[in-house]
């Protein structure tokens, strides 16, 4: 059994569990394997296959952790060979045969970008102080499964800009949650909800429907971490380096992307005061 990490860009892809015609990051790991020969076609699963979470559409990931049996030749830099550039392996490690990606993992990180202009850094402190430790989210998901009790081991959050960095770390994330986390947070920050609307989101008793808490964009969410005791992962010089020369191209894209969006804002906004 081999583990890899895998870091993506989610925006191209619908999540990254495999579903029916439509692009995921699974099933772009599935094709790679078959244009390789490792798999017949990319309908099959690798013997022994799990991954360590399931992101949503549009979340990225630096340390997405996928083990499966693969013969010894397949490296990071071999199975990029395969992969979309919007998919990178830069680490591998030898793991037993035993070994699950899904159940082995005692815990799990994210980094969440959220856009808040005129958020309050101390209020957000105070909300995350909150929500850190052991809770029941139950109001904070979408799932359906009863156990909804998750610990925050590490739950901090900084005002960069017009943007609230958060860094969450977790004994198991719940579907949305991060993202119903942040939306919270981001509400007591800006004025929008009064910090004891944290209390009420954590009793256990369902929020009435208006009251709900949404889930915040998944853009700027990044699976940063995914830990297993006593596996050691090797980087790959050479898929280190393609992660860095992919993702600095799209980082300049974005860059640009936003400056000529600005443009079309400023030349807008300044026309309707001139007119």
Avoid at 180 to 207: C, M, N
């Amino acid at each position: 059994m081999r583990a890899f990490r895998i870091a993506y860009d989610g925006r191209p892809y619908h999540g990254f569990q495999r579903q029916p015609d439509v692009p995921t990051v699974e099933s772009a790991l599935f094709e790679a394997l078959a244009g390789l020969g490792i798999l017949d076609d990319a309908d099959e699963v690798p013997q022994g296959y799990a991954a360590a979470g399931r992101t949503d559409a549009g979340v990225s990931a630096v340390a997405q952790t996928v083990a499966f049996e693969c013969p010894d030749w397949l490296s990071p830099r071999a199975f990029n060979g395969e992969l979309p550039a919007h998919v990178r392996a830069w680490a591998s490690a030898a793991v037993p045969d035993d070994f699950h990606a899904t159940y082995d993992a005692t815990s799990r990180a994210y980094e969440y970008h959220l856009y808040a202009p005129g958020a309050d850094p101390e209020l957000a402190s105070e909300a995350m102080a909150e929500l850190a430790g052991t809770h029941d989210f139950a109001n904070l998901t979408a799932t359906s499964k009863d156990d909804t009790v998750r610990t925050l081991e590490t739950a901090t959050v900084e005002l960069d800009g017009d943007f609230l960095v958060f860094s969450l770390r977790a004994d198991g994330f719940l579907w949305e949650l991060v993202r119903r986390l942040g939306s919270l947070v981001r509400a007591v920050a800006t004025g929008a909800a009064p910090l004891s609307k944290v209390d009420r989101v954590l009793d256990p008793e369902p929020l009435p429907g208006h009251e709900g808490v949404p889930p915040a964009s998944p853009a700027g969410l990044v699976l940063v971490d995914a830990t297993y005791p006593g596996v050691t992962f090797a980087r790959d010089d050479r898929g280190v380096e393609s992660v860095r020369e992919v993702f600095e191209t799209k980082r300049a894209d974005a860059a640009t992307r936003a400056r000529a969006v600005g443009c079309v804002e400023r030349t807008v906004a300044g026309a309707k005061r001139d007119g």
